[in-house]
């Protein structure tokens, strides 16, 4: 149902997801990440909360694994989840339950965790940690980079039709959350298209934010 890739940009220090599903609005459920702390992607027979757990114990200095045994361990239907996390030191956790669905596959690489389940086959998530792995530049880059790999490699066993981008840097809301909530094809490929128009337009969005002054045109009626 589910490919995802959970990153660490030491260069940056963002933290970032790129996701994909054969569900609806997987933006909405799976992908959770915490400024300075963490990412986690919540998946498979998704418990949001197991997302949210995961990084509140990290932030409480536990380690990636440490946390997610500890957020795991408060669920009854454990054995039904599918989840990976990784922190500020490039360290990982994964999780797939004995009722992960279909096949199923995680591997961690360099400051990156990717993980699937209902593959066509497991090494769709070997295709994408070698692609990050052999990237650079922007973190958003490097994460599509590795979903669209993903996909090229076989991807799900059936189509996909959502996806979403999610990265945090030093703000308490996120640097990027796009989202590609439904589409009957090429979900991933509307993503790069959203994530093209946004990537320069990102900082100029933090500058608004944090100093309204500095903020450049809005390019509308009015502001030009």
């Excluded at 459920?29 to 909360?49: D, E, F, K, M």
């Excluded at 989840?83 to 030191?89: D, E, L, P, Y």
Aim: net charge negative; proline share 5%; charged share 20%.
């Amino acid at each position: 149902m589910t490919i995802s890739i959970t990153a660490y940009c030491p260069e940056t220090g963002q933290l970032g997801i790129a996701i994909s599903s054969s569900s609806i609005a997987v933006g909405a459920r799976c992908p959770w990440l915490l400024a300075g702390v963490g990412a986690v992607s919540s998946q498979n027979i998704t418990l949001p909360s197991l997302g949210s757990k995961t990084l509140e114990y990290m932030a409480n200095e536990l380690s990636p694994e440490e946390a997610l045994k500890k957020a795991l361990s408060e669920d009854e239907f454990s054995d039904y989840r599918q989840v990976t996390a990784i922190n500020t030191k490039g360290e990982t956790a994964c999780f797939s339950g004995a009722q992960s669905l279909g096949i199923y596959h995680t591997v961690a690489g360099k400051n990156c965790i990717a993980a699937g389940n209902m593959l066509s086959k497991q090494s769709v998530i070997d295709a994408m940690i070698k692609a990050f792995e052999a990237s650079s530049g922007e973190l958003g880059d490097r994460l599509l980079l590795a979903l669209n790999a993903g996909a090229e490699a076989g991807g799900e066993a059936g189509p996909v039709h959502s996806a979403a981008l999610k990265i945090v840097e030093s703000c308490s809301w996120p640097l990027v959350d796009l989202r590609v909530d439904w589409a009957d094809e090429l979900p991933i490929t509307a993503l790069s298209k959203l994530w093209s128009d946004y990537k320069p337009q990102m900082q100029a969005y933090v500058t608004r934010a944090l100093d309204p002054r500095q903020a450049p045109s809005y390019g509308v009626p009015g502001d030009e």
